[in-house]
């Protein structure tokens, strides 16, 4: 039975207030509330929905391994841990860039491990200091769909799907001509958000579930796919509006509403995917496994 009265009593909160534990966990979810907060005063949405995302999964990565988690540093580690917490805290405070706001999740978060457990420590910590880093690896999927240059593919398959649907369509670089209206593919409509994003929870939904790493292969290979798809039927879609003359309509979808829908959308198409690919069958091997123990 659940005992309230020790939970509300003075003196238990005091005793677990003077615990390392306990100013770990402030100075974890300090680390979370800053960089959340500095981010969404750069009016920063996207990467605002990135950072939001990882912090759960981090702190519910902890939160699985707390009873496993040895909390003993020694000094070095201690004083290089609180080091590079001040520094990463001052260079955000002072001023914040945006490799400075990425980086901090990661300098963090191997501060506390250097505070709370020490250096030795520090590859058993691994799920979280891979999982810290995933701002910085949004910025370099962003930079690499910049080389293959994604804009110019992006405005040649829709060219393509207009084509297919029965449309008479010129391509002339990013613009595309139809009968009655043309639009222009510009780097904002490339894509390159949706498929960011997707990868994102792809890479975050690694380490909810076991799979294998041919599974998580398939899994980023299909979010990349599915951000780039559904974009490119975004464009297609614009671009039959614009020809049909329908301004308000196209507002719309070209505005922020539209775009968060179609987010929205590719998002749940993603969690349908790896809800039937993997979540429930391991339901359902776990189920049979169960039946043949009790049958035992």
Known sequence: MLDIRRYLNPKGWFKSACTIKF??????????ALNLVIIDQAHHDNLFSLALLMWLTLLHSLWERRHGLTLRSDGRSSMIG???????????IAGSSDFSVRLLPVIGVISLVLIASGAKSLKTYWREIT?????????????????????LLT????????????????????????????????????????IILLLSVAFLFFFLLPISHGQKGVSLTFAALLGFVINVVRITLLAILVNSGDRQSFNYWHG?????????IS???????????????????SSLAGVNHHEN
């Open 267 to 285: 998002v749940g198409l993603f969690g349908a995917f790896c809800w039937f690919a993997y979540v429930r069958p391991q339901g359902e091997l």
């Open 82 to 92: 609180g080091m590079l917490l001040g520094f990463i805290l001052l260079r955000n």
């Open 23 to 32: 100013w770990l966990i402030v100075l974890l979810f300090g680390l979370a």
């Open 131 to 151: 999982l810290s880093g995933l701002l910085l690896y949004a910025k370099l999927a962003a930079v690499f769909l910049q080389i293959i240059n994604l804009t």
């Open 256 to 264: 922020e509403n539209g775009s968060l829908l179609f987010a929205m």
């Open 155 to 194: 405005a040649k398959v829709a060219n393509a799907f207009l084509y297919i649907i029965g449309f008479e369509t010129y391509r002339e670089g990013f613009f595309i001509t139809l009968p009655q209206g043309r639009i222009q593919v510009l780097g904002v409509c490339s894509g390159e958000t949706s």
